[in-house]
């Protein structure tokens, strides 16, 4: 049993322990969008049947709780049926555990969800294994139902079974299949990965980089990437290697191929971000150099710069053309360009453009002082509102607009931070749909930080002192030699799944759609948090669908 464990017991709230040959236990079914703490001691009892279109997922929460100590606790499902004989036998169970969030977000949210312990959910353990639950502490249980596209509408109902030393519990599993069928997301997804020989390591402690255990790692993400519908990935140029001999480079793509080849056989690479070439010098503050292999990151204006970047992008986007990958490759330069620094990343993207003039730039931007240069806009969400104009000046000339979030922003936007409602999290592509945005850029599906990941979640950024808050960093778990989802996954994955059901409303009648859309998202930072509005506004987007 993990560590975790331990720290789950010392967190729990502290009751007595029944000796006795009964013993008091609960199992009540619970809102999933709904944040379980170790100490929770209410929860709202939850009778709704999920409502899904075929090819969406069902999940489902349940609150186990004894007065003494639950041994040997496992999970068992009767599948979903609808009583002529069609079952729904896509069902994932696991428990759901705690992490711990030592640093509190600054300018919480008025909503923000307080932990008297500091832990809370969000890995889901699925690995089947028994656990030991403490005595007295709340401990959520997830159950995830996978509706095929092919699925026959109507009603199925199933159970949950919870079973340990001295009880037996179980509960219902009732959702609607609805006679529609979730069209291919087409909103651009990326949550940008970690393949250091560090995260590696998480992943399998022997493994080094480019080995057969390194490319099962990469088929690992690739796995948790489909589950929440990303279809834009990463690579990053550390896959190709470089020589200079004789005065003249070659470069070797193998690794690249490698990796891109994984992501497509994966189905989540549907189009191909090429990783930075570039980056500051300094701070934050300080001008964009370029990578030169063996000399560190040089200006732009540097001779050994120059030579190198003027055999390397002929050479790099030949070799796209030649895989076929062209029609679908875009090209970051350096990361976040802002008002003291554009400058020098606008020469640096002009010699690019140079020797590539029709490949798309795509760049998380804090800046508007890129036009004609960067051609897929990706603000951060706070920024975003506060241009919105411009940014819709820029689609109308043919540029795409998506947007991002970090460690930022705070406050009443909606983010991924652990301390924040599930809801919110889900609502990240509501706004997508309210308000044009095409695209979802995040950087931490991996950055694993500390010495445990499932213990502390939060982090200083040692550049200015930063919090990177918890949730931020990652939204995937390290285990040995696999990795693990989480809840904040999953709300994001329904999001997308919402984001879809919208488009495909806007179909038949994008009045009702955009009216749908507001009355849930009022505008940049409230929206509607009632999680029984949220099933309302689906059924009517299902109901409207159906007919």
């Known amino acids: ?45 939850y009778t709704v049947v999920e409502e899904v279109a075929a090819g969406e997922h069902a999940t489902f929460q349940y609150s ?24 729904l036998d896509g069902v994932t169970t696991g428990f759901v555990d705690f992490v711990h969030e030592g640093r509190t977000t600054l300018n919480p949210a008025v909503d923000v969800i307080r932990s008297a312990s500091g832990m809370y959910p969000d890995p889901i353990d699925d690995g089947g294994s028994l656990r030991n639950i403490p005595a007295g502490m709340t401990q959520p249980v997830w159950v995830t ?81 489909k589950v929440c519908y990303q279809n834009t990935v990463l690579i990053p140029m550390s896959t190709i290697t470089s020589s200079n001999e004789g005065g003249s480079w070659s470069f070797n793509f193998d ?164 301390e924040q409602p599930l809801l919110k999290t889900r609502l990240l592509h509501w706004i997508n749909f309210r308000f044009g945005a095409t695209g979802y850029l995040h950087w931490g599906l991996n950055y694993w930080k500390g010495e445990d990941p499932w213990n502390e979640t939060t982090a200083i950024q040692t550049e200015n002192g930063n919090i990177l808050p918890g949730g931020d960093s990652w939204i995937i778990y390290p285990g040995d030699k696999r990795l693990y989802g989480s809840i904040r996954l999953e709300a994001m994955r329904d999001g997308i799944a919402d984001y879809t059901l919208l488009q495909m409303l806007a179909g038949k009648d994008e009045a009702k759609a955009r009216e749908i859309c507001r009355q849930t998202v009022y505008d940049w930072t409230t929206y509607d948090m009632s999680t029984d509005h949220l099933r309302s506004a689906r059924h009517e987007i299902l109901e409207a669908l159906a007919k």
Not at 64 to 87: F, N, Q, W, Y
Not at 290 to 311: C, F, N, Q, T, W
Not at 365 to 375: K, P, Y
Request: glycine share 6%; hydrophobic share 40%.
């Open 1 to 45: 049993m993990r560590k975790l464990v331990h720290l789950l017991a010392s967190a729990a709230v502290a009751l007595a322990t029944v000796s006795c040959q009964s013993i008091s236990v609960s199992l009540t079914r619970v809102d999933p969008l709904v944040k379980l703490l170790p100490e929770t001691v209410t929860d709202r009892p």
């Open 64 to 87: 186990l709780k004894g007065m003494a100590e639950l041994k040997d606790v496992k999970i068992s499902v009767e599948v979903p049926t609808d009583g002529a004989g069609h079952s």
């Open 145 to 225: 139902v996978t509706v095929p596209k092919d699925a026959v509408p109507g009603v199925y109902n199933g159970k949950i079974h919870l079973s340990g030393k001295g009880f037996n519990l179980e509960s219902e599993i009732a959702l609607k299949v609805y006679p529609v069928v979730l069209e291919e997301p087409q909103l651009w997804i990326t949550n940008w990965f970690n393949s250091s020989q560090a995260a590696l390591r998480r992943f399998d402690p022997e493994a080094e980089i480019f080995s057969d255990e390194y490319w099962e790692y990469i088929r690992a993400i690739a796995s948790k990437m």
């Open 255 to 418: 690794n690249f191929d490698k990796m891109v080849g994984i992501f497509i056989e994966a189905g989540v690479l549907k189009r191909l971000e090429a990783g930075h070439i570039g980056g500051r010098v300094g701070k934050w503050n300080s001008p964009f150099g370029m990578d030169v292999p063996g000399k560190g990151r040089l200006p732009m204006s540097d001779p050994a710069a120059i030579e190198y970047y003027s055999a390397f992008i002929p050479a790099l986007t030949s070799h796209i053309k030649e895989k076929g990958w062209y029609p679908i490759y875009c090209q970051h330069i350096a990361d976040e360009p802002a008002g003291d620094n554009y400058e020098s990343y606008v020469s640096i993207a002009s010699f690019f453009k140079r020797y590539a003039p029709d490949v798309k730039i795509i760049e998380a931007c804090h800046s508007h002082e890129l036009s004609q240069i960067v051609d897929i806009w990706v603000p951060q969400l706070d920024f975003y509102s506060y241009g919105y104009e411009f940014y819709c000046e820029r689609q109308a000339a043919g540029d795409e607009v998506w947007f991002y979030t970090c460690l930022n922003p705070k406050g009443e936007f909606a983010n991924r931070f652990l």
